[in-house]
């Protein structure tokens, strides 16, 4: 299967800062990738589709202004957290596939804590 | 909008039982995924059903999507301390994103 890294694989930062994810496809190019956020024992929300050369899809009440997807290349996408709060604090992971197949490749995620 | 609900939630077996957790999806499907996460850990792709009443297995695995798209199983058969983890299934309908259902932790005792 596809290999998704992710960095950090955990941050913790202080209430009000900024904290960048990155989410990189090593060995195939991806030209759409997902976020997700899951809380402990719970399950993958979508938060957006990242979608190379383009805007973002978000899902419904995820703000767009606080959680900011950037796709700039067939290998690389970003996701910043803005001004984040302890609320944001999560497992953050992405995901993606290549073309044709709905299979999903997670990386191994990036644990948020917000102080 | 499309809903994917999974039972059981939790499940607790004795090592050597077998084991088993549905899938289903308010809408018909144009396939679905399954993926087994263990704690800590981040979601692996096991495998992918695209077929009406389509069975796949891996190895103790037994994958079965419905006649009508809109559930699926997963059995496993003589449960390892090795199969711990949380088991998700993903719904897709042909609009191009995944709906997770709400997954099945399993534990297994030694």
């Known amino acids: 299967g596809a290999v998704v890294s992710q960095h950090p694989s955990w941050v913790i930062c202080k209430s009000g800062t900024s904290v960048k994810i990155e989410c990189r496809s090593l060995d195939f190019q991806a030209t759409t990738m997902f976020w997700y956020r899951q809380f402990p024992k719970q399950s993958l929300m979508l938060m957006a589709t990242?979608?190379?050369?383009?805007?973002?899809?978000?899902e419904q009440g995820v703000e767009k202004d606080k959680f900011l997807i950037n796709h700039a290349s067939l290998t690389l996408s970003t996701l910043t957290v803005t001004s984040a709060h302890p609320e944001d604090s999560s497992f953050y992971i992405c995901?993606?596939?290549?073309?044709?197949?709905?299979?999903?490749?997670f990386g191994p995620g990036t644990r948020l804590t917000v102080t | 909008g499309q809903q994917v609900m999974q039972i059981p939630q939790y499940q607790h077996v004795q090592e050597g039982e077998d084991f088993t957790t549905y899938c289903n999806s308010s809408?018909?499907?144009?396939?679905i995924q399954w993926y087994k996460q263990r704690p800590g850990g981040h979601p692996v792709f096991l495998i992918q059903l695209v077929k009406s009443g389509e069975v796949k297995k891996q190895k103790r695995l037994t994958f079965q999507f419905g006649e009508a798209k809109k559930n699926s199983s997963l059995h496993i058969t003589a449960t390892q301390t090795t199969d711990v983890g949380t088991y998700f299934c993903?719904?897709?309908?042909?609009?191009?994103?995944?709906?997770f259902g709400d997954g099945t932790t399993l534990t297994v005792k030694p």
């Open positions: 990242s979608n190379e050369g383009s805007k973002a899809t978000y």
């Open positions: 995901s993606s596939g290549q073309e044709s197949s709905y299979e999903q490749y």
């Open positions: 809408t018909t499907l144009s396939n």
């Open positions: 993903a719904g897709n309908t042909n609009a191009g994103k995944s709906t």
